[in-house]
């Protein structure tokens, strides 16, 4: 059988089993993600097996070790994803809820109910969690999957597709509710974006070339973003202990994930005080400072920022920096270069801090905290399965609910239009 009939067999088979997920009720949706978790569990040593496979193939093949990062299972990640298991499973089902009713002057009563997407496709790279992570999100929404990985984390996958497959037969659910393809072959994937019929929303995951591969190719929507360009503005009153703090963790705890700073600016009235000892903070933990004129003078160690490095995602121990007069200039350059996905100011100014939120419109605007954050994990959605900065349907980490739409209901008393 060729790609093409390969991918359209997987697309029938979702497409049918997204029928049977749409009717299946919450308590089955439960047993399967607990039973995902326990399986990870006992199944830790095959995971390990499959996840070393693969990043001794990364080393083999030259990836950084950012992108290895990136590729490990670690016993962290592991815990985090059956964490994530059992916070989805006890997240209220959205599935039928109706999110609002009216009535209408001749009694008709209107509402809006939620419904499940239906097939949702996701190509992603190196992270094997995603697989995990998505068909969880995507089972507890009511929907079918099909996952395309990246072919460095082709063991890793596999290994947790058959482990999912598992869970489903035990849960009495469609097994063809998750499919992940067995092949790495690029045509595999044009033939994916190819299935409007089957597949009703892709969900890209990775680099920004990735992404914008698959908005040009894909027939379906695509829920996207294309790079995470995050800003922190440090304010003039700031604390500069934890201005200090929120910097190094947004900087260098995982430089290559899209939630890490890549621009850092500063109020002119802290900067000669604040920019020396953060800049020495970075020294020590191996980060590259790339900055403005005024930076520079006060840094005097620091690299000319050239006009490329102001919209740039280094996912790397790379960071610029710009000395601004104000928070109205930060702001300005925030909507100039950012990305519309994660912005923070560092103060204790409270109207600023609500300012800053007001104005700044991008996916997640925070106060006093590391970019880091922006992640459906961390804010409670107990996974995610992508961030989107495209603001139709969702805007943000997308969780549960962001993985449903709504149809309209109506209840009427025998009333005809007229």
Request: glycine share 6%; net charge neutral; aromatic share 4%.
């Amino acid at each position: 059988m060729n790609h093409r009939d390969k991918v359209r067999t997987m697309g029938k088979r979702a497409k049918e089993a997204a029928h049977e997920m749409a009717k299946a009720g919450d308590a089955v949706k439960r047993d399967f993600l607990e039973g995902t978790a326990k399986r990870l569990e006992s199944e830790r040593r095959r995971i390990a097996e499959a996840n070393d496979r693969d990043i001794e193939s990364g080393r083999e093949k030259g990836l950084p070790d950012p992108k290895l990062d990136r590729l490990r299972l670690s016993d962290k990640v592991l815990n985090e994803m059956m964490e994530g298991l059992r916070e989805v499973a006890l997240l209220p089902d959205p599935v039928g809820r109706v999110t609002s009713m009216w009535t209408r002057p001749n009694g008709l009563r209107v509402g809006r109910m939620r419904i499940p997407l239906g097939v949702v496709g996701i190509i992603y790279e190196s992270r094997p969690n995603v697989t995990v992570d998505a068909a969880a999100l995507c089972i507890k929404a009511g929907n079918a999957v099909i996952l395309r990985g990246g072919s460095e984390a082709f063991h890793s996958n596999q290994c947790l597709a058959a482990i999912l497959r598992e869970s489903l037969r035990a849960a009495g659910l469609p097994e063809a509710a998750i499919q992940v393809m067995e092949t790495t072959e690029r045509e595999a994937v044009l033939e994916m974006l190819q299935l409007e019929d089957c597949i009703d929303v892709m969900i890209p995951r990775g680099g920004e070339e990735l992404i914008r591969f698959v908005a040009a190719n894909a027939r379906m929507p695509v829920l996207k973003h294309y790079k995470g360009v995050c800003h922190i503005y440090v304010d003039e009153d700031a604390d500069p202990d934890m201005a200090e703090a929120l910097c190094i963790n947004a900087k260098v705890q995982r430089p290559a994930v899209c939630n890490a700073m890549e621009t850092l600016l500063v109020h002119q009235r802290i900067a000669p005080e604040f920019l020396p000892r953060m800049a020495e903070a970075f020294r020590r933990r191996g980060v590259e400072l790339r900055g403005c004129p005024e930076t520079c003078r006060i840094v005097p160690e620091c690299r000319r920022a050239e006009e490329e490095d102001w919209s740039a995602e280094y996912l790397d121990l790379i960071l610029a920096v710009r000395v601004v007069p104000d928070m109205d200039a930060a702001i300005a350059h925030i909507a100039r270069y950012g990305s519309n996905h994660t912005e923070a100011i560092v103060t204790r100014n409270y109207e600023r801090a609500h300012r800053f939120v007001q104005e700044v419109q991008s996916s997640l605007v925070m106060v006093n905290a590391s970019t880091r954050f922006n992640d459906g994990y961390q804010l409670g959605l107990g996974a995610e399965i992508g961030i989107s900065t495209s603001r139709l349907h969702a805007f943000g980490p997308m969780g549960v609910e962001e993985l449903t739409t709504t149809k309209f209901v109506a209840f009427g008393n025998g009333q005809v239009r007229v």
